[in-house]
Nanobody, 111 residues
Framework: QVQLVESGGGLVQTGGSLRLSCAAS????????MIWYRQAPGKEREFVAT???????YHADSVKGRFTIPRDNAKSTVYLQMNSLKPEGRAVYYC?????WGQGAQVTVSS
């Protein structure tokens, strides 16, 4: 059984930074792709960033240059480092692997 537990959400001012964590249990995280999504109020869930098993990363154009997705294999944790946050970054952020999903972390960006 794979469990993904997210943490690190909160309130931040425009231009600020937050780091979300996604801790995995039940599977060796380094062997698999991990993906971050987000869902803003009234909008569909959208792709944010992914890290592959080989360590390659890909980002949505809307966050490129501001968000990174580092991974700590020893802690079986993937992160979403969010810098220069904008008000449109307000959303619930989810980490995902295969059919498994975290519970979501609320991020609110005040203008």
């Amino acid at each position: 059984q794979v469990q993904l537990v997210e943490s690190g959400g909160g309130l931040v001012q425009t231009g600020g930074s937050l780091r979300l964590s996604c801790a995995a249990s039940g599977r060796t995280l380094s062997n698999y792709n991990m993906i971050w999504y987000r869902q803003a109020p009234g909008k569909e869930r959208e792709f944010v960033a992914t890290i592959t098993s080989s360590g390659s990363t890909y980002h949505a154009d809307s966050v490129k240059g501001r968000f990174t997705i580092p991974r700590d294999n020893a802690k079986s944790t993937v992160y979403l480092q969010m810098n220069s946050l904008k008000p449109e970054g307000r959303a619930v952020y989810y980490c995902s692997h295969a059919q498994y999903w975290g519970q979501g972390a609320q991020v609110t960006v005040s203008s």
